[in-house]
Nanobody
Framework: QLQLVESGGGLVQPGGSLRLSCAAS????????IGWFRQAPGKEREGISC????????NYADSVKGRFTISRDNAKNTVYLQMNNLRPEDTAVYYC????????????????????WGKGTLVNVSS
């Protein structure tokens, strides 16, 4: 079993930055594509970014493109989400999720089938 733990959330002012981490344990991430999702109060969960198992490909939802960057360090079993120029509408609980796959170069957050979920970390963008 793969366990995922998110960290790095908190309160930040509009225009600020945060870096979220998703630390994995139980097994390595080498054969896991990783996605970041978020859910704001009263809204449906939204997939915002995905990175392939090899790290060679990533994609983003239009709502975060140009502001957020996903990256991974398989040696540290950790995936990151750098969030810049944060807006109040980015306020949500952020979750990382994993899909075990032998296709290491592909990931699309719009169609990612999740095998494992983390429990989430809250990001609050407010002045």
């Amino acid at each position: 079993q793969l366990q995922l733990v998110e960290s790095g959330g908190g309160l930040v002012q509009p225009g600020g930055s945060l870096r979220l981490s998703c630390a994995a344990s139980g097994k390595g991430l080498d054969y896991n594509a990783i996605g970041w999702f978020r859910q704001a109060p009263g809204k449906e969960r939204e997939g915002i970014s995905c990175i392939s198992a090899s790290g060679s490909n990533a994609n983003y939802a239009d709502s975060v493109k140009g502001r957020f960057t996903i990256s991974r360090d398989n040696a540290k079993n950790t995936v990151y989400l750098q969030m810049n120029n944060l807006r109040p509408e980015d306020t949500a609980v952020y979750y990382c999720a994993a899909r075990t796959t032998f296709v290491r170069t592909v990931c699309d957050v719009r169609s990612l089938i999740v095998d494992y979920w983390g429990k989430g970390t809250l990001v609050n963008v407010s002045s």
